[in-house]
Nanobody, 117 residues
Framework: VQLQASGGGLVQAGASLRLSCKAS????????IGWFRQAPGKEREIVAR????????YTEDSVKARFTISKDDAKNTVDLQMNSLKPEDTGVYYC???????????WGQGTLVTVSS
């Protein structure tokens, strides 16, 4: 399986971006797909995840209020809609496929999001 993340860019605070994680090689089911963020000088952290059943979870209340994770089984993609972006959202965003044991089986290459103030 190959995961390809796209959609990053340079935007001003308050703008929106939509990231997309596309899988090729096999279906994303039954993986949990997570979107991760690695801010400059910090460790990678999970931002949101969605199960193959469509159950979603967000790690921070501030993210939950502004980001929406969704999947399109027909397109084999998982998107992260990010609204009201803040400078602290800056970082490289990765998507990953998490198996039932909680292991990260596959990673996308990352897409850079830069939010200027």
């Amino acid at each position: 399986v190959q995961l390809q993340a796209s959609g990053g860019g340079l935007v001003q605070a308050g703008a929106s971006l939509r990231l997309s994680c596309k899988a090729s090689g096999r279906t994303l089911s039954p993986y949990v797909i997570g979107w991760f963020r690695q801010a400059p000088g910090k460790e990678r952290e999970i931002v949101a995840r969605i199960s193959w059943r469509g159950t979603v979870a967000y790690t921070e209340d501030s993210v939950k209020a502004r980001f929406t994770i969704s999947k399109d089984d027909a397109k084999n993609t998982v998107d992260l809609q990010m609204n009201s972006l803040k400078p602290e959202d800056t970082g490289v965003y990765y998507c990953a496929a998490i198996n039932q044991a909680g292991d990260y089986d596959y990673w996308g290459q990352g897409t850079l999001v830069t939010v200027s103030s």
